[in-house]
């Protein structure tokens, strides 16, 4: 990562960590058990890789953060109710996340259950309630992000074919398939709704979901890489926990050397798409070189 | 329940049911066990008393129901996937629900929690898709629906509340505090949001949230007396159930006699708040009525 995107994630992050501690109600605001929960996975070390997407999105076709706030800030609060879920006993079983105990740990099932749904739909409020957007605006960036987040095309029905696909043998176009929804469409919505709010053109939208598509599966196959490789304590969460309960992941189905060479071209791929685009393009390159980066 | 109520609830849930079934993907479509858990649930014989609301509401204030579809569909869907929620074994541990299996105990828990995810994030997707009305119009009402799902103010919160009070005396502020979350909220947004399509004025939908707040109260207090003095058969779950465990209910705290005036004099007092109205109120009268008549 070089000094200039490293400082932009920096300030991405303070900026939306401001944008969401005013967004989530308070730790003293009733029903105060919810809120502590929502609060504990909210602010609790995450990278904000998908809002650092949005703002850099939005600057590569002009938009100030200022109108990217909200947005960056909703897809963030769905990432988090997508963890909160998927740790809970009934899913993945994960006792730890970056490094600390789950919501349902800490807390209790219901309250994590309940505190992902608050913040499911507190995304969509968010976005609704952006005053600095038009409502042309909005409405599409709900539409899209709630496609992006649903069935039968992302997050949830994600998470629902991969858990379907524990201890069965699957080929790779179904491996592709899962990925690209359980974790694709997030990241994937995260840089089109930057460039959306950037008022970028129809045919630069259309670049940017390919990059987009690339940098979300990218991201999928550095996180298996991740969790294979890796100690348990610098993971913060259970590692080797998907190979384990003979979890759906690339380095499962290919060997970790394999694995590390198809990221590359993913990357390289994801760079390639931007040249189509007649616009000061290194942000988004050197986002997807730092999440090849990670698995390295 | 005169003829004219009883037509007008036969054809809106005729209405929504057809347009929940072109919205809900087909139990073919895949993620094929996430989609037939959501048509379990949400075609499982529900009343549609939110959806009747919705046109009722509209139909008072001049809309034309093809405007009112898409907002009381996606009610409905938010009323389902509180159901499924709410009926795990982490939280109320339902295994009845209509008269038949729940979600989880008729799929698995893992295919209950995402298919209360995908509903919920689905009622927002189809209002923002719904092209017959404006993107302002659509903007206010997914902002209040969200409003009124989530936290501080609405149906989560109210559900975190409610567990919290369990097995503790409460105050009957307390009571009415929960109640005006988990069921008043969506029940008073749909009154709202029906009004708001129909485009009432600013003061009179300040008469008609003063209507749906009464019509909220009015349907927790009966579905409590509900729970007491009917049959399991009858009810169709498991009766008697909030009082074993010892869950806030008025009759628990009132007795079973003074809640039954308590219900009839909030449905007067939604009755006399129509009063105030220029308009043909008489099917907004009867579904209070209605409501009042089913604990009888």
Redesign the interface.
């Known amino acids: 990562m070089n000094v200039t995107l490293s400082e932009f994630l920096a300030s991405s992050n303070e900026r939306v960590d401001k944008v969401l501690d005013s967004l989530v109600?308070a730790a003293n605001?009733?029903?105060r058990?919810?809120?502590q929960a929502?609060r504990w996975s909210m602010f609790a070390g995450g990278k904000r890789i998908r809002p650092c997407i949005v703002y850099a999105a939005g600057e590569t076709f002009g938009a100030d953060a200022e109108f990217l706030d909200r947005t960056a800030a909703g897809i963030e609060m769905i990432h988090t109710?997508s963890l909160i879920?998927d740790d809970?006993p009934?899913?993945d079983d994960d006792d730890l996340r970056r490094g600390r105990e789950t919501c349902h740990k800490k807390f209790?099932?219901?309250?994590a259950?309940?505190a992902?749904?608050?913040l499911?739909?507190?995304a969509?409020?968010t976005i609704?309630?952006d005053s600095s957007l038009?409502?042309?605006l909005?409405?599409r960036l709900?539409?899209d992000i709630?496609?992006a987040?649903?069935?039968?095309k992302?997050m949830?029905?994600g998470?629902?074919?991969d858990?379907?696909a524990e201890g069965r043998t699957i080929r790779i176009g179904e491996l592709e398939n899962i990925h690209s929804r359980k974790t694709g469409a997030l990241i994937s919505v995260s840089a089109r709704a930057g460039a959306m709010i950037g008022a970028a053109a129809d045919d630069e939208l259309a670049v940017v979901q390919t990059y987009a598509d690339r940098l979300g599966l990218l991201f999928q196959i550095t996180d298996d890489l991740l969790d294979v490789t890796q100690e348990t304590a610098t993971l913060g969460k259970t590692a080797g926990k998907d190979v384990h309960a003979s979890k759906a992941t690339f380095p499962g189905h290919f060997g970790v050397e394999a694995t590390r060479e198809m990221a590359a071209k993913v990357c390289r791929e994801a760079g390639d798409a931007l040249k189509e685009l007649d616009r000061e393009t290194s942000l988004l390159e050197e986002i997807a070189e730092m999440i090849l980066e990670r698995s390295r």
Request: hydrophobic share 50%; charged share 20%; net charge negative.
């Open positions: 109600p605001v009733e029903p058990r919810l809120h929502i109710f879920h809970l009934a899913m209790d099932e219901a309250t259950i309940l992902g749904d608050a499911h739909v507190m969509f409020q609704a309630e038009c409502s042309d909005r409405i709900v539409a709630a496609a987040s649903g069935t039968p992302g949830v029905a998470q629902q074919l858990l379907e």
